[in-house]
């Protein structure tokens, strides 16, 4: 999959990835409060996860000059019947990529992808406060606004990292009408 800038290019994810996709994440584990896990995962977890997710939603990886520069996927927001219209997404990108156009690719694609499936609300759970730190910035809150997301929710001292308390916010985006009787949310690889 090319994107309209020539030198990114997507594909869907494989188990195969997941040492390169670890190796970006590793950095936001280590280094930030973007994610709220304090370990990285072994390469094994970090597959299985590649594998769960691929099951029902789509996984994509960004490549720049056959490099992995970044990666996107989608999950259940809610396990209750009544959210099975609802994903979750997370982005990803190499800590010398970003501002490259790299996420937006990913996550036009991966919405392009999810509203295929069925998927009417997209959500993202942001790590947020209100002042920034060493180990958190606002990039991301203001990515999802540029992408069309609003704020929809906001949590407050809800995780511990680094000795520090940080709260979350959840951004909404609706991808389609909300009819009486939805058609069902379809396997990413019936549809994509």
Not at 64 to 90: F, L, N, Q
Not at 140 to 159: A, I, R, T
Not at 161 to 173: D, H, L, Q
Request: aromatic share 12%.
């Amino acid at each position: 999959m090319k994107t309209q800038d020539s030198d990114i290019t997507l594909r869907f994810a494989t188990p195969a990835d997941a040492s390169a996709l670890l190796a970006i994440y590793s950095h936001y584990v280590k280094n930030t409060a973007v994610t709220f896990e304090w370990d990285v995962p072994s390469v094994e977890e970090f597959t299985h996860r590649i594998e769960e997710t691929l099951e029902m939603y789509p996984y994509l990886v960004a490549e720049k000059a056959g490099a992995i520069v970044g990666y996107a996927y989608a999950h259940r927001y809610r396990p209750r019947a009544a959210y099975a219209w609802d994903v979750e997404t997370s982005i990803y990108v190499d800590k010398d990529c970003r501002g490259t156009g790299v996420g937006r690719a990913l996550q036009d694609k991966l919405e392009e992808f999810v509203k295929k499936q069925g998927v009417l609300n997209v959500y993202a759970v942001i790590v947020y406060n209100r002042d920034e730190d060493e180990y958190l910035t606002h990039a991301s809150v203001l990515f999802h606004e540029k992408m069309g997301f609003k704020n929809v929710s906001e949590l407050h001292q809800c995780g511990h990292k680094f000795g520090r308390w940080y709260g979350t916010v959840t951004m909404e985006k609706m991808l389609g009408e909300h009819t009486a009787n939805p058609a069902p949310v379809r396997p990413w690889k019936e549809c994509c």
